[in-house]
């Protein structure tokens, strides 16, 4: 029971971490598109490219699985190599600053 409260517990905190839209940045910083708080994912020319799920998989748009978003809003690709961040432009500058 306890196990099922903190799985429900940490899915409807990542759910509240994209509300709004946020911006889609690669890991050199460059910036690659934005998400909607639906979580429909375009790139940086305004083009649909796929979406995030309630609990962080990330699907193309024909509905390939292509990785997940962690709850602190961390973007890895399917084989779990870290591609980047999802946020706003001054949270994740500083923590990329926090990183060197």
Known sequence: MKR??????ISIGFIATIQAESDVYEKDGSYKGFVEKD???YDASGNYKG????????????GEYKGYVEE?????????????EIDNYQKYRKKQKGKE
Do not use: C
């Open 72 to 84: 602190d809003r961390s973007r890895y690709s399917k084989n779990g190599k870290y591609k980047g």
């Open 4 to 9: 099922i409260i903190l799985i429900l517990m």
């Open 51 to 62: 979406y995030i799920e309630k609990d962080g998989s990330v699907y193309t748009e024909s």
């Open 39 to 41: 979580g429909s994912v």
